[in-house]
T-cell receptor, first 114, second 114 residues
């Protein structure tokens, strides 16, 4: 069982609101990621981090921002939510080392913007 | 560049049938890693297997088996004696030496009927 947590699990919010999706992991992993996924569709990387104070944008352009002040915490913020942001957001983490290591995923946040 | 193709969008089988999910990948690197993940209806991604490009041994884990063939750039996944609980979306993913992030296929929705 992976120890990675996301809150809230479900969020319904009106257009223009600021929201923060929380993600925490207790595995001491240096790498963390945010993916956006429409139901049943492929995952798109929107942000990643290799450690504290390190953040990069992923392949899919996103209006969201992230921060990494603590190793275990990687929150994602939308300053002004829009209906086009409606999606599932998945957080993941992995360890750093030689080669590529599996990512462990949180349960996801299903966001609906009205 | 790296790419993963899962040509089977949806598969339906009757319980106890065997089923194979196809995954074809593209990369120019000689060092790469392949992964399979399961996404049940609850939404989280569950890691199933990691394989590096230097290890072509097939793997079996209970009812699951994986066939890695570099000659055809394929990493197929077989479920033997399928069960209703196997119903999920299955994703194949790749990370190669020159790319730093996972590339996911579009997923295969597997439905196992009782």
């Amino acid at each position: 069982e992976a120890d990675i947590y996301q809150t809230p699990r479900y969020l319904v919010i009106g257009t223009g609101k600021k929201i923060t999706l929380e993600c925490s992991q207790t595995m001491g992993h240096d790498k963390m990621y945010w993916y956006q996924q429409d139901p049943g569709m492929e995952l798109h990387l929107i942000h990643y981090s290799y450690g504290v104070n390190s953040t990069e944008k992923g392949d899919l352009s996103s209006e969201s921002t992230v921060s990494r002040i603590r190793t275990e915490h990687f929150p994602l913020t939308l300053e002004s939510a829009r209906p086009s942001h409606t999606s599932q957001y998945l957080c993941a983490s992995s360890k750093i080392g030689t080669g590529a290591w599996e990512q462990f995923f949180g349960p996801g946040t299903r966001l609906t913007v009205l | 560049a790296q790419k993963v193709t899962q040509a089977q969008t949806e598969i339906s089988v009757v319980e106890k049938e065997d089923v194979t999910l196809d995954c074809v990948y593209e990369t120019r690197d000689t060092t790469y890693y392949l992964f399979w993940y399961k996404q049940p209806p609850s939404g989280e991604l569950v890691f199933l297997i990691r394989r590096n490009s230097f290890d072509e041994q097939n793997e079996i884990s209970g009812r699951y088996s994986w066939n890695f063939q570099k000659s055809t750039s394929s990493f197929n996944f077989t479920i033997t004696a399928s069960q209703v609980v196997d119903s999920a979306v299955y994703f194949c993913a790749l990370v190669s030496g020159s790319a730093r992030q996972l590339t996911f296929g579009s997923g295969t929705q597997l439905t196992v009927l009782p």
